[in-house]
């Protein structure tokens, strides 16, 4: 199934390009703040399962285009990120900080966005921002020190999600924290509607360009070992968020562009890319040249 969260906190799913909304079966309060509920939702998702198909059988929905999609888990309690992990990607960064000796590094929960928004480029003179091409994984349910060989059942779903990066040396969380910089949808897609975790196919294009392209049986740290390290340290709730790292080919948005990504298995969204007047601060005011290694 697609999950979505849509129109200010309702909550539904997407059949054959429309919407069924789900928000009295799954018990959500829209209007409820922190907006927490969808972390319930996913982590009871399976009981609410034959109601939801009951409703789609049942017909009615709205067309896919009448609503207005958000992102899908706006608050959970963990957004974990993969540093380098593709090999490609490693080369290109020139970085010895991969996934495998690094471990999870974390964002801030407030910079996710949805399908709908835009990213908004803080106005740093001197810096780039770049797109980082991955898929969210969504977790389902709570866990420690989850081997590997049960990993998967800890994994509810899939999104795309694309990692803004402000380019420097600076601290990575604050680089990559700026409000927008974490786009994540268009929708969650239940694991049982991928067949196969070690071969996912994603492409990312800014405007008509292709930029990024990549399977996740390129993948240093693959999906199992992502949760079986995350989970080593810290325990695991249903709706935390991991991001898989991205392959090669970043590069810099700017202004008017519009990036589009697109996960087998899962689908695709465009954000918009727009300069902002906020951001500037002390940290970001040395400029820094991203060049790339080959
Ligand atoms: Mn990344």
Redo the contacts with the bound molecule.
Sequence with gaps: MKLIRFDGGRVGVVDAQRVFDITDIVREDPVAWPPTGICRVIRDFDSFRPAIADRIKGGAGVPLDSVRLETPVPWPNKLM?????YHDHAKEMASKGLANVQGYFLKSNSSLAGPSDRVELPALAGREVHH?C?IALVIGKEGRQIPPERAMEYVFGYACLL?M?VRGKEERVFR?SYDTFTPVGPWIVTADEVPDPADIGMKLWVNDELRQQANTRDLIVDIPQMVAVASSASTLYPGDLI?T??PAGVGPVRDGDVITIEVEHVGRMSIPVVQGTRGANVVFEKPYEFVRAS
């Design positions: 990120a993969y540093p380098v992990n980082e991955e990692d990066t990559k991001a790292g991205t």
